[in-house]
């Protein structure tokens, strides 16, 4: 296996035995562009955004860079120190006002001395005719004037020629270097270079050439027409300048406490051949990551989580940070990983695999996937393969055998999983020899406070004491200080007590939001839209609910009753059919409605599919609509039956589709996901589990997301809805969430929305949650408004005319809803709420879809069209719509 790390750029920096104060500054001031002079202590030492306790808990987040200022006494008290330390304090503040400077030229951070170089990032090979070449390795190349030198990855001159005139040298460009062919990926510096960078990067590997030899021809290729396939990706994805990301330097004491053989420090940085594509929020999750797992925060912890929101590319972070740390480490350059763990919900193991082909390339890094044919024990016999990947399932099976070897890092993806630490998967990954781990989760952290220390004290064991501890010290004095009853005194030290949760733990935590990459992607509409019910949904709508009150409201084993209930209800939203003839299917509790149905409406199943159901109607409108386009689309559904319902509708019509469920197996999964995703199939429909497939999958091949029907949990929509809008993304988007007009699903969009009305805790039929409502709150929950267009419009109060616009009287009411809102997170910031479904702020809330355009029939025909809904207008009551533009209020 090959491997690089773009030694070119790698500067590696001598041992500097101890020096004074003075000199240490006098150093700083040399190599400081700018000629500024300045101390090292104005450098900040960490630079993250962070997401408090609060943020998460409550859903809200915080992009705020935290600098935090290094004691001055740090500056050169200890005798460990070194140019490449004082570089890397150049480049900490490089990377901090990287955010708000895009233009920053990282190469200021060297010096001033120039010559006359050009430097390209290269593949390279025996020179031969074949038409699908395959590369030996990367490399650099170097232009200086008409000299070319080939080095790879170790510095090392491997072909050099000179004295032929050159053509213009770019991207894709193909030229012979002696006896090498040489392709260029991208161009580190396309004029001048400096000096002592370039000298750097020969001293790291074979002896500085002369500048010039002379008799080389340099026939520069035609770009050829048919690139291999890695070299496709590479140039697809270099996007601009290249800067080089250099981490932060160990302080002193890191250096005391690691550096026992008093190695030289050196700089660590991206591989140039990501620094490319990496996201201005990717680099500093890279450098976050990268203080916390080497101990850079806290000596004693090793761990972060990663909570950016959905889409934010964390793998590519994550594969960042892994392949850099293989190749490189701050301690003679010694790397700090042999080997890593990754660990992932099944469906997501193979798009690990193919994220990592795509991001590095098959010649650059192997990686090991557990299957039935790939077992633990047989990856013990292959150091050569640095990474090793596996779903949560299999990591239970192979424990004993995993165990066996040692990894330097463990990867927990989709981590939320582990907030319960009863479950075997949690015992097993938490006794896992393995200091460093990093959790990702793109779902804010939810219900309550010991599944929040469940994710805490996985990641850094111990970081908040033991379960008790926590308890007695944070969680009592929290959940006391939000009792009706608590006196002023309960309420500060809760107050305080969450204060503090957040301080201890903001560290190695962080969260952005979608915003961040707002303006790398495509617009993207919202809809919710009300769809009419059907005569036959009616009448079996409030059958149901009559039944349910004949029976005394509450009378028998409640909440099965009530389970029982809720379900038919949804699934009559979905389809009536699903509770006439799917007796079979029932839930416990719903038998006897299904078949007090069945002997009431004895319709044939022909009959009833498919216009017995506003939404079916609604999807089927807009698949015709779409058909002749090249959009693909992405029903989402929470049932299967529902699922087989659709994919029934798409053989009548003849749609071709994928499907993903829980009964896909794991080996299928990337490989429908990848076949859809491709431009050449011609697949236009995926049909998708939200319970099976909601998380990690890029569905970006589509642009049209239908929600068919909604969760009670907010996170859990938000994550089914997020498949499509993701980098990656081509076109304009539109996410449409389908509920029936004055149903439950209403009623449960507005429980989204306004968390102040409900009183129980969680509430999810299919996980078979316990119900918590009180008997009023259930008959308002069954209650049918026939007759609304759309009870949450009602329920806004909003005097609007249902034309798109707000009309100005209303803006003191939707000023009262933004304050009234504003109170409401506030409330929760402090208090935690837990016991709540606790929904990130990417849910929209009451205020904010005040702000969307509403609309009320007749909808104007350009409109329906524009949503491809023109065909369905007869069964839309209402629709809401969001438009985000770059930086404009989203979701
Ligand atoms: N800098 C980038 N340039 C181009 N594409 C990117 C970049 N970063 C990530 N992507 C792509 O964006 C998509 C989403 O990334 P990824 O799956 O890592 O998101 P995520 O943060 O893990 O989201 P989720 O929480 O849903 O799993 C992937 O297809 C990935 O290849
Ligand atoms: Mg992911």
Sequence with gaps: MRRSTAPSLRRSSQFISPISETQCDHLHAAVTSSGERRS?????????????????????SSNTVVPEVQSPDDACARPIVSTAHVRSQEAKRSIVELVKDENFDSNQIVSHSYKSKRLFNVVWSKQSKKKHKTWEGDGTLEVVEKTVILKDTDGKVIAQSSGTKMAKLEEGSRLYVGNKEVEIIDVISSGDIHEAYSNKSCSTGSKRLPEATSNASLPVLKKSKILPKSTLVCVQRNRGPNKPLIMPSPTHEHQWKHNHAHLPVVDVMVDNCLTHVLRPHQRLGIVFMYECILGMQRPEYHGAILADEMGLGKTLQCIALVWMLLKQGPYGGKPVLQRVLIVTPSSLVVNWQNEFLHWLGRERIQTFVVDQKSRPKDYRLLPQIPVMLISYEMFIRYYDD??????DLLICDEGHRLKNTTIKTYALLYQLDCKRRILLTGTPIQNDLQEFYALIDF??????????????????????????????????????????????????????????INNFLPTRQELVVLCRSTPLQQATYESVVDYWESRGQGSGPEEVAHLGVITALKKICNHPSLVILHQSESLPGEEDITQHLTQNYPVQDDAIFPQQSGKLDVVICLLEALKCTKEKVVLVSYFTQTLDLLASMCVQKQYKFSRLDGSTPSTQRMKIVKNFNSPHSDNFVFLLSAKAGGVGLNLTGASRLVLYDSDWNPATDLQAMSRIWRDGQMRSVYIYRLLTTGTIEE?????????????????????????????????????????????????????????????????????????????????????????????????VRMNQLFQWQHYSQPIEATLLQELGLSGASHNITFIFRNLSHSQTVRL
């Design 459 to 516: 990641t850094n064991p111990g970081v908040l004491g033991s379960s008790t501890d926590f308890r007695k010290y944070f969680e009592e004095p929290i959940l006391a200080s939000r009792q009706p009853s608590a006196d002023e005194d309960v309420i500060s030290l809760g107050g305080e007590r969450a204060m503090e949760l957040n301080h201890r733990t903001s560290w190695f935590i962080l969260r952005r939001t979608q915003e961040v």
């Design 40 to 60: 090292v202590a104005q450098f900040p030492n960490a630079v993250r955004s962070t997401a408090s306790i609060l943020d998460l808990l409550s859903g809200s």
């Design 747 to 843: 009623k449960i969009f507005q429980r989204q929305i306004s968390k102040t009305g409900l009183s129980g805790a969680v509430v999810d039929p299919q996980n078979q949650s316990t119900i918590r409502l009180s008997n009023e709150e259930l008959k308002d929950l069954f209650t049918f408004h026939r007759d609304s267009t759309c009870t949450t419009h009602e329920m806004l109060d909003c005097k609007c005319t249902g034309v798109g616009l707000v009309p100005h009287g209303d803006l003191q009411l939707q000023r009262n809803l933004s304050i009234a809102e504003d109170e409401l997170s506030s409330q929760r910031d402090c208090q935690l709420q837990v016991g709540q479904t606790l929904a990130s702020n990417t849910c």
């Design 402 to 407: 995993i165990s066996q070897i040692h990894f």
